[in-house]
């Protein structure tokens, strides 16, 4: 019988992938005590893994003024509070698409609407 090597092994019954991103500027700024965030998405490959954590890194790394809007949203929107998104529409400058950073939302179930309250550059 062949035998699996055992991180190849592990590797294989893991529930998702890992791609590993950091913010060296942020790491020797703040030492232990930075952020580390943990996000499990339906990418299928390391390529748009590597390319949504860069994403986010530049969002969160990127200095300058925020402002704090709230957007009333169709569907479920609190699975993704502290998560970095891009919400496109047609109003408050979104034309484009902007990416946001999710600091609250409240969903309604029966309305199928969520009020969702994001950091966003200006």
Sequence with gaps: MTTVDPVYAQWLMADCLWSLASDNAAIARWGDSALTKERQTTIATRADAEAEAARQLAFMGGGGPMAVDQHLLLG??????GQVIT?????LG????????VL??????SAGTSRVTVLRRL
Excluded at 94 to 101: I, K, L
């Design 76 to 81: 479920r929107w609190e699975p993704y509070r």
């Design 87 to 91: 919400i496109t529409g047609n109003k």
């Design 94 to 101: 979104y034309d484009a698409g902007v990416d946001v950073f």
């Design 104 to 109: 609250g939302a409240e969903d309604a179930w």
